[in-house]
């Protein structure tokens, strides 16, 4: 970005001025002497030096010692103030350190914005600027010694008024170490680190509007998978959300110190909602895989936290991103390629509408989802339209994106139009990047804190009569400690008199200046660094797969919300900006969201069949479809075709179909009608079809034997028939001529009743046949066998004549039973189906 050049507008008027200029450049005297001795004039004893050292050399001049500023309290002082600073000083030396003292310097006003960057990068490095000791000798330290590779802690205090400076302004701050060692005899600075005291003692026309944007978002915790209960409890892939929100976590602290800063809240639902589902019970995959149940005290963690977010966001400032924060960059770059890219720029669509809804339901807001936020807020004109295309009319970019004209001496305002209805709301780059390194030390997050709020001065001062909007936009997910720096500069500069808060909706509709550049930049002019990062091409591909897999599944359901609003998110998860710089687990998380999918839609399934056989013309051929989904499923046909209609048709033609409807964890048998023209093997394709005729699922082949009955054998068969119908008939006639002679004989008897024959019993009937006065047949003796009962033949007298044998065969009884069934064979059964006909 261009800035001003030395503008006037801080100009030192009397010859006071001039009197301190001489004693910088006076006091510069020794500073030089002590750059002079590290120069070809000094060369011999640098000489000496070197040959006294080891492979590594010996650290000299201003690097000889390490000096940290580890407090520096106020950060933005008044004139009444004391200034405090301490910290340590370390000898890098393997020598030790006498008479030195601590001093703090007042260097040169600073009036341009580049400046404060080099005084930034000048490290340990003198430059002549480092100014006199302020206050003289009654505000140094004193250190008699520091011992080779040793340190000291330090504290200099010291009365703003005695920092004799001569206006509002940024000014250089040296705390230095000067001293002497067994190597550098004569007195010269042996250690600095420097930094920037902000210095307003009067208030400027016009006070700079800021804007901080204050972004909840975190990685991917979810998996695609639920249980089918009608909760559908959630499967983490881990609980490190926890380690997040817990009281220290870096989440944590976001929303406490949130809750007493006045920031934009700018918040992916896809945190809020997964932070919902662990307040809930909730299951995740253990080390080696296995769902277990997630540990009950999590759940109170969660909860603690969500209700601690409601209260922070109440009636402030919030804008949602997209559901999942999808990265917007790789659409516009890896998407756009492959076919089906506006699948992408829907899901963009439903992640946005979900995202109003989602912290809507929990946190209780109206969210503001008019922004789109890409990547480092890098943009080229394919960005631009990704971002806009789900109807976000402002797009967060970076300064370090745009390119200024000369004519912009100062730093413009945020919102500047950018073509077709879009703003491009352009957060400054130097103080959103203020904090992005390592703010674990005491040193560095003191030194980022005084060069913010040094950055953010200079701002106004470079066009006081402006009022002109600035927006921070940090880096999206901060640590603890960057979280906790962050919170302590916005404090320190809301309490002084050059700025006021203002949210981010309002800083996009500021009047935008002029002058300020509005020029997209090319593609060819993206970030390689940014473009490698992005979502290959591959991953878009395999999202369009699981989109693909999605749309023609979902429409065998009878409840497909249950299954589209959980994918859809996991979708818009695997677009997210959060799997930048980790491509292997992007791409692993792809994978579990489309293994599991093609899991639940082979969970339709068409149960394999044996060879069926057909012994006739015609026959039923059943096809059993297994529905193993915790829903039902419709819209759906089964296709059943034969491969040789000329041998075997389906219900009349080459191929039948049937609907299908089956019950959630039921099966469903559909039954076919076949006819036989010839025999021999067909083999028979099964297939599921939805509605629009798409296959789903894989075929299953079978064959069917079909076995033709030869004309000899049916007339066999008949014939048979016909016999068995005429013995049963001669049969019939027998038995009723049996029949009519007993009844015959039965009424003889009758005739020759009492009184009418010779026996001693009134009559000489058969044996067997009393009179009525007989008490029943006379019991006959074992040795006496009857008359119509010849004993065995060792019981016949010698000579008696034997009975004749006839030939004929013994009568049938009419008790015996007649065989329906034929033999049953003994012989194993086929192994093929018998078809029901």
Same mark, same amino acid.
């Given at each position: 970005?261009?800035?001003?050049?030395?503008?006037?507008?801080?100009?030192?008027?009397?010859?006071?001025?001039?009197?301190?200029?001489?004693?910088?450049?006076?006091?510069?005297?020794?500073?030089?002497?002590?750059?002079?001795?590290?120069?070809?004039?000094?060369?011999?004893?640098?000489?000496?030096?070197?040959?006294?050292?080891?492979?590594?050399?010996?650290?000299?001049?201003?690097?000889?010692?390490? %000096?940290?500023?580890?407090?520096?309290?106020?950060?933005?002082?008044?004139? $009444?103030?004391? *200034?405090?600073?301490?910290?340590?000083?370390?000898?890098?030396?393997?020598?030790?350190?006498?008479?030195?003292?601590?001093?703090?310097? %007042?260097?040169?006003?600073?009036?341009?914005?580049?400046?404060?960057?080099?005084?930034?990068?000048?490290?340990?490095?003198?430059?002549?600027?480092?100014?006199?000791?302020?206050?003289?000798?009654?505000?140094?330290?004193? /250190?008699?010694?520091?011992?080779?590779?040793?340190?000291?802690?330090?504290?200099?205090?010291?009365?703003?008024?005695?920092?004799?400076?001569?206006?509002?302004?940024?000014?250089?701050?040296? &705390?230095?170490?000067?001293?002497?060692?067994?190597?550098?005899?004569?007195?010269?600075?042996?250690?600095?680190?420097?930094?920037?005291?902000?210095?307003?003692?009067?208030?400027?026309?016009?006070?700079?509007?800021?804007?901080?944007?204050?972004?909840?978002? $975190?990685?991917?915790?979810?998996?695609?998978?639920?249980?089918?209960?009608?909760?559908?409890?959630?499967?983490?892939?881990?609980?490190? *959300?926890?380690?997040?929100?817990?009281?220290?976590?870096?989440?944590?602290?976001?929303?406490?110190?949130?809750?007493?800063?006045?920031?934009?809240?700018?918040?992916?639902?896809?945190?809020?909602?997964?932070?919902?589902?662990?307040?809930?019970?909730?299951? &995740?995959?253990?080390?080696?895989?296995?769902?277990?149940?997630?540990?009950?005290?999590?759940?109170?963690?969660?909860?603690?936290?969500?209700?601690?977010?409601?209260?922070? &966001?109440?009636?402030?400032?919030?804008?949602?991103?997209?559901?999942?924060?999808?990265?917007?960059?790789?659409?516009?770059?890896?998407?756009?390629?492959?076919?089906?890219?506006?699948?992408?720029?829907?899901?963009?669509?439903?992640?946005?509408?979900?995202?109003?809804?989602?912290?809507?339901?929990?946190?209780? %807001?109206?969210?503001?989802?008019?922004?789109?936020?890409?990547?480092?807020?890098?943009?080229?004109?394919?960005?631009?339209?990704?971002?806009?295309?789900?109807?976000?009319?402002?797009?967060?970019?970076?300064?370090?994106?745009?390119?200024?004209?000369?004519?912009?001496?100062?730093?413009?305002?945020?919102?500047?139009? /950018?073509?077709?209805?879009?703003?491009?709301? %352009?957060?400054?780059?130097?103080?959103?990047?203020?904090?992005?390194?390592?703010?674990?030390?005491?040193?560095?997050?003191?030194?980022?804190?005084?060069?913010? *709020?040094?950055?953010?001065?200079?701002?106004?001062?470079?066009?006081?009569?402006?009022?002109?909007?600035?927006?921070?936009?940090?880096?999206?997910?901060?640590?603890?400690?960057?979280?906790?720096?962050?919170?302590?500069?916005?404090?320190?500069?809301?309490?002084?008199?050059?700025?006021?808060?203002?949210?981010?909706?309002?800083?996009?509709?500021?009047?935008?200046?002029?002058?300020?550049?509005?020029? &997209?930049?090319?593609?060819?002019?993206?970030?390689?660094?940014?473009?490698?990062?992005?979502?290959?091409?591959?991953?878009?591909?395999? /999202?369009?797969?699981?989109?693909?897999?999605?749309?023609?599944?979902?429409? /065998? *359901?009878?409840?497909?919300?249950?299954?589209?609003?959980?994918?859809?998110?996991?979708?818009?998860?695997?677009?997210?900006?959060?799997?930048?710089?980790?491509?292997?687990?992007?791409?692993?998380?792809?994978?579990?969201?489309?293994?599991?999918?093609?899991?639940?839609?082979?969970?339709?399934?068409?149960?394999?069949?044996?060879?069926?056989?057909?012994?006739?013309?015609?026959?039923?051929?059943?096809?059993?479809?297994?529905?193993?989904?915790?829903?039902?499923?419709?819209?759906?046909?089964?296709?059943?075709?034969?491969?040789?209609?000329?041998?075997?048709?389906?219900?009349?033609?080459?191929?039948?179909?049937?609907?299908?409807?089956?019950?959630?964890?039921?099966?469903?048998?559909?039954?076919?009608?076949?006819?036989?023209?010839?025999?021999?093997?067909?083999?028979?394709?099964?297939?599921?079809?939805?509605?629009?005729?798409?296959?789903?699922?894989?075929?299953?082949?079978?064959?069917?034997?079909?076995?033709?009955?030869?004309?000899?054998?049916?007339?066999?068969?008949?014939?048979?028939?016909?016999?068995?119908?005429?013995?049963?008939?001669?049969?019939?006639?027998?038995?009723?001529?049996?029949?009519?002679?007993?009844?015959?004989?039965?009424?003889?008897?009758?005739?020759?009743?009492?009184?009418?024959?010779?026996?001693?019993?009134?009559?000489?009937?058969?044996?067997?046949?009393?009179?009525?006065?007989?008490?029943?047949?006379?019991?006959?003796?074992?040795?006496?066998?009857?008359?119509?009962?010849?004993?065995?033949?060792?019981?016949?007298?010698?000579?008696?004549?034997?009975?004749?044998?006839?030939?004929?065969?013994?009568?049938?009884?009419?008790?015996?039973?007649?065989?329906?069934?034929?033999?049953?064979?003994?012989?194993?059964?086929?192994?093929?189906?018998?078809?029901?006909?």
């Amino acid at each position: 970005m261009a800035e001003a050049a030395d503008f006037p507008g801080m100009i030192p008027s009397p010859a006071r001025r001039w009197l301190r200029r001489t004693a910088v450049s006076l006091a510069g005297l020794p500073l030089l002497a002590g750059v002079l001795a590290q120069t070809p004039a000094g060369a011999a004893t640098q000489a000496r030096s070197d040959q006294s050292t080891t492979a590594k050399a010996e650290p000299t001049g201003s690097r000889t010692v390490s %000096v940290s500023i580890n407090h520096f309290t106020p950060q933005v002082p008044t004139e $009444s103030d004391t *200034l405090t600073i301490w910290g340590k000083v370390s000898n890098n030396s393997s020598r030790a350190v006498t008479d030195a003292s601590m001093a703090l310097r %007042v260097g040169q006003k600073m009036t341009t914005r580049s400046q404060i960057d080099r005084v930034a990068k000048a490290g340990a490095r003198l430059t002549g600027t480092e100014g006199v000791p302020a206050g003289g000798e009654d505000y140094q330290q004193d /250190i008699k010694t520091i011992a080779p590779k040793g340190s000291v802690d330090f504290q200099l205090r010291i009365p703003v008024k005695e920092l004799d400076l001569d206006g509002e302004g940024v000014y250089q701050l040296s &705390v230095t170490l000067t001293g002497r060692s067994e190597t550098q005899q004569f007195e010269q600075i042996l250690g600095i680190e420097r930094t920037f005291l902000p210095w307003h003692p009067e208030a400027p026309d016009q006070r700079t509007r800021t804007t901080y944007m204050w972004p909840l978002v $975190s990685r991917t915790h979810l998996t695609a998978q639920s249980d089918a209960d009608a909760n559908q409890t959630p499967v983490f892939k881990d609980e490190d *959300l926890i380690k997040e929100i817990a009281p220290g976590g870096r989440l944590e602290r976001m929303v406490a110190e949130g809750s007493t800063l006045p920031v934009t809240w700018v918040i992916d639902p896809d945190l809020v909602y997964t932070a919902a589902l662990m307040a809930e019970p909730y299951n &995740v995959q253990d080390a080696e895989g296995k769902i277990v149940a997630g540990d009950k005290d999590n759940q109170k963690i969660a909860r603690s936290w969500l209700n601690s977010l409601v209260k922070a &966001v109440k009636d402030e400032s919030v804008v949602a991103l997209p559901f999942g924060d999808p990265d917007l960059a790789s659409m516009a770059h890896g998407g756009a390629a492959v076919k089906g890219q506006q699948g992408s720029l829907s899901h963009l669509k439903s992640a946005t509408e979900a995202a109003a809804s989602t912290l809507s339901t929990v946190l209780h %807001v109206s969210p503001n989802t008019d922004f789109a936020w890409p990547a480092e807020g890098a943009l080229d004109p394919t960005i631009v339209k990704v971002g806009t295309s789900a109807g976000a009319s402002n797009v967060i970019a970076r300064s370090d994106t745009f390119e200024e004209s000369r004519r912009m001496t100062y730093t413009p305002s945020a919102a500047r139009p /950018i073509g077709g209805g879009t703003t491009a709301v %352009v957060a400054d780059s130097r103080l959103s990047k203020a904090f992005q390194g390592d703010m674990t030390s005491a040193e560095k997050s003191t030194l980022a804190t005084q060069e913010f *709020l040094a950055q953010s001065l200079l701002i106004n001062l470079q066009a006081p009569e402006k009022q002109r909007s600035i927006v921070v936009a940090p880096q999206r997910m901060p640590t603890t400690a960057q979280v906790v720096t962050m919170a302590g500069a916005i404090r320190a500069q809301q309490g002084d008199a050059w700025s006021q808060a203002e949210n981010l909706v309002d800083a996009a509709k500021a009047q935008p200046d002029p002058d300020a550049a509005t020029k &997209v930049p090319s593609a060819g002019s993206y970030p390689a660094s940014l473009r490698k990062q992005e979502m290959p091409q591959s991953g878009f591909e395999e /999202i369009r797969a699981i989109q693909v897999r999605l749309d023609e599944f979902k429409v /065998i *359901l009878t409840n497909p919300e249950r299954v589209v609003v959980p994918f859809g998110r996991a979708v818009d998860r695997a677009m997210s900006t959060s799997w930048r710089g980790r491509p292997d687990q992007a791409h692993s998380y792809r994978q579990s969201v489309r293994e599991y999918l093609k899991l639940l839609t082979e969970q339709v399934v068409l149960i394999e069949k044996s060879e069926a056989k057909l012994s006739g013309r015609s026959a039923t051929i059943p096809v059993t479809i297994q529905n193993n989904l915790a829903q039902g499923v419709d819209n759906l046909r089964l296709r059943l075709t034969s491969t040789k209609p000329n041998r075997l048709q389906i219900e009349g033609e080459k191929f039948a179909e049937h609907e299908v409807e089956v019950a959630a964890g039921h099966a469903q048998s559909l039954k076919f009608d076949t006819s036989a023209n010839a025999s021999g093997r067909v083999l028979v394709v099964a297939q599921l079809l939805t509605e629009d005729g798409r296959k789903y699922g894989d075929p299953i082949t079978f064959s069917v034997k079909v076995t033709e009955v030869p004309p000899t054998v049916l007339a066999v068969i008949a014939g048979g028939f016909l016999l068995l119908v005429l013995a049963g008939f001669r049969m019939y006639q027998r038995r009723k001529r049996i029949a009519a002679r007993r009844a015959e004989e039965q009424n003889d008897g009758n005739e020759n009743g009492p009184g009418g024959g010779d026996g001693p019993a009134g009559g000489d009937g058969p044996a067997g046949e009393d009179g009525p006065d007989s008490g029943g047949p006379e019991p006959k003796r074992p040795d006496s066998p009857g008359p119509e009962q010849p004993g065995s033949p060792d019981e016949q007298p010698a000579g008696a004549p034997q009975p004749e044998q006839s030939s004929d065969p013994v009568p049938e009884q009419p008790s015996d039973p007649t065989p329906d069934t034929a033999t049953e064979s003994t012989d194993p059964s086929g192994t093929g189906e018998r078809v029901d006909r």
